[in-house]
């Protein structure tokens, strides 16, 4: 039998279990690419490089209910790359601390804060 691949949108909170080798699994489902993990759920996430990370690629962020986001990690890949000052600017203005990382720090820190039940969200760009 073949492990069930994931369609492009699981909802509800999911635990990342693993990650590299240009994706991740979570929900005992996997997905190659980047993703984003909301309180909705966990969907594809378009942006590949630390460039792409910006206001329009994290919009659906910005279209969770208000107050169910208070962080926001960003996995930056394999190197930790500063977010631009207008992107901070954007997330603080809608209540959200955005945390950048690395993709591996953030994949974990993000599976930490969801079993704590923190408000927590993650944008994570896929890996190697």
Known sequence: MSEPKYAGFLPGKHAIEAYGQGGFRFGGMSHKGSILALPSGIS????????????????????????????????????????????????????????????????????????EDRLVAAALLAVP
């Open 44 to 115: 594809a996430w378009a942006a590949q490089t630390p460039g792409e990370i910006d206001v329009a690629t994290l919009a659906p962020i910005f279209q969770e209910p208000k107050g169910t986001i208070e962080h926001l990690l960003i996995g930056t890949g394999e190197a930790l790359v500063p977010l631009p000052a207008a992107l901070r600017q954007a997330l603080r203005d809608a209540g959200i601390v955005a945390e950048p990382m690395t993709t591996s720090a953030a994949a974990n820190t993000y599976s930490i804060l969801l079993r």
